[in-house]
């Protein structure tokens, strides 16, 4: 693809400063960019490198000038980055029509604009919106709803009565709407608690591939609008995740913990059952998180407690080796041994 400076600054709501009839036909790191690439720079180190390097024109911000190169100014480098992408590296289409190893249902309703791959199932009464992909290998179970534009990668399962909203991508080896792990001990042995709940996705929402997330007891599992799962994430059953969230890999949300909106859990982060966390809430790699967050608050450590506490605890750690020393030198010299 081959777009003008001026052109590539419209799309990015930038501004250009040097010849705005510049084509560009690529984009690249500062160290990979060759002539007619636009490469980005989002601070004075990445400025340096994207004026040393062989690119034509740099992303960057407001204040940026340069003699060597032409520049796009935006208000946000990192927001325009990954504009830059989607511009040069469009997502692939996919032909409207169903592939002839596809098992569908006749009970099944799926608009005309949609693509299903090769060998996938879709159950009976299924909904499946308008340029909806299901790329290869996708299990779609009864009365499911797929919105517009949703995007299942090979090999996603969906259990039966997940509602899915518009959008929506889901990665390969993704699992959505199995059984809770609800279970109850009888006299000798565990008897399970039959999981008669579903899921619900809203819109925007990604998954990550081989993550997880369980139907409810009764009622929902709900994903809120535009939060960000990434892969490996275990999501228990009647969990609640408001809109907008960050869960980086490994994370574990035990059985109806509830989050708010605009949270972001760290990697490897587990949160105990039934708890209720805030608005805006920030939880560091691999806490432990054993009660209820208040909006807007940061937590660390295991059991996680809040950020300047759990600072203090961790520098307090750090000197206990100096501090156990001086008490063995106090004892020596109290007891003359």
């Known amino acids: 693809m081959t777009l003008t400076t001026a052109e590539i600054a419209k799309l990015l709501a930038g501004e250009v400063l040097g010849d705005a009839n ?11 960019a060759k002539p007619g690439d636009l490469t980005f720079a989002e601070n004075a180190e990445y400025f340096a490198a994207a004026e040393a390097s062989a690119a034509t024109a740099i992303i960057a911000g407001k204040d940026a000038t340069s003699a060597k190169k032409i520049i796009i100014r935006v208000a946000n480098p990192r927001v325009a ?54 790329q290869s290998g996708n299990f779609v179970g009864d009365d499911s709803v797929l919105g517009d534009g949703t995007n299942l990668f090979p090999n996603v399962t969906i259990y039966s009565r997940t509602q899915i909203g518009k959008r929506v991508r889901i990665h390969s080896g993704a699992v959505i709407g199995s059984d809770g792990f609800g279970y109850v001990f009888d006299t000798s042995f565990h008897r399970k608690v039959p999981q008669i709940g579903n899921v619900v996705i809203g819109d925007d929402v990604e998954i990550g591939s081989n993550s997880s997330v369980d139907r409810g007891a009764l009622g ?38 509830k989050l708010g909106s605009y949270c972001v859990l760290a990697g490897q982060v587990g949160i105990a059952g039934h708890l209720k966390i805030g608005n805006k809430v920030t939880v560091g790699s691999k806490a432990g998180v054993m009660h209820n967050i208040p909006d807007g608050e940061m937590w660390l450590g295991i059991p996680a407690q809040p950020d300047k506490q759990a600072k203090r605890i961790m520098i307090a750690m750090q000197r206990l080796p100096d501090l156990f020393k001086k008490i063995a030198e106090w004892e020596k010299k109290l007891t003359g041994n």
């Open 81 to 134: 980055f990954a504009k830059a992408l989607a511009i040069f590296f469009p997502e692939p289409k996919f032909a409207p029509g169903i592939h002839p190893s596809a098992a569908i249902a006749a009970s099944a309703q799926i608009d005309p604009t949609a693509h299903i791959g090769p060998h996938c199932t879709i159950g009976e009464r299924v909904k499946i919106g308008a340029n909806a992909v299901l």
């Open 220 to 257: 929902s599992t709900v994903i809120g609008k535009g939060t960000k799962i990434d892969n490996l994430v275990q999501v228990a059953h009647n969990v609640e995740i408001g809109e907008h969230c960050i869960l980086c890999s490994q994370v574990g949300i035990a059985g109806s913990a």
């Open 22 to 32: 510049t084509p560009l036909n690529g984009f690249a790191n500062a160290d990979a």
